[in-house]
């Protein structure tokens, strides 16, 4: 089974007055939908856009693996386990929450800032928090591996025509964040911000219709 679903479709959330534009891909914050809460192990998909100067304070998580992918722009980064970052496009952000962690998020930057953020459950709860950056994770013939979820994630940077095989796994979530594909020869046309959710389905591939760059998560069940 595959599910497309478009970024305009997405629930918008954040707060414009306060510079902060927020699209959600899942059941969120005010934003209850019994049907969507979740797709695997993957909680929420956040899109969102910082203008020069905002961000989100200092909040607290636990028991969630959150990984962030930078699209433009820097994201300053700062937690309460010592760690003070700036992550860039093409860098890889992963928060462990585990039994509980404080931090903040800020677009410190002179121009806008767009990163998805991604949430997922982890196996079994509790644990120290831990932090890890890797850089030019797009296009690495290995995919960043979240074995605390059962997950994997790879970040595919396709040209114009090139087919990028889909993973044969229980699920696999599909996010394009640059550029358009196509979801299988004769398939759904996706753009930023479009995503599919594949079940149970082999052999699936994305072809690109230019330059592309794509978010794949392989999922267990």
Known sequence: ?????????????????????????????TFYDPDNLRFGPVMAVNEERLAP???????????????????EGELTHRDSTGHATVVRPGDLQHLSAASGVRHVERNDGDTPLTFVQ????????????????????????????????????R????????????????????????????????????GPGDSARITGEQGQGLVAAGAAEVLVWELSA
């Not at 709860?125 to 997950?151: N, S």
């Not at 640059?178 to 759904?188: F, H, I, K, P």
């Open 1 to 29: 089974m595959i599910s497309v679903h478009r970024a305009d479709d997405r629930f918008q959330g954040g707060d414009r007055d306060a510079g902060i534009l927020s699209r959600h891909a899942f059941s969120f914050g």
């Open 53 to 71: 100067g905002a961000g989100f304070e200092e909040h607290p998580h636990s028991h969630t693996e959150i990984v962030t992918w930078v699209v």
């Open 118 to 153: 991604m949430w997922l459950a982890p196996l079994e709860a509790g644990g120290e928090p831990a932090y890890t950056i890797v850089p030019g994770l797009a296009g690495a013939a290995a995919p960043y591996e979240l074995p605390a979820a059962g997950a994997a994630l």
């Open 155 to 190: 970040v595919h940077r396709p040209v114009a025509g090139e087919r990028v095989a889909l993973p044969d796994a229980p699920l696999v979530y599909v996010h394009v964040t640059a550029g358009s594909v196509r979801l299988g020869d004769d398939g759904e046309a996706l």
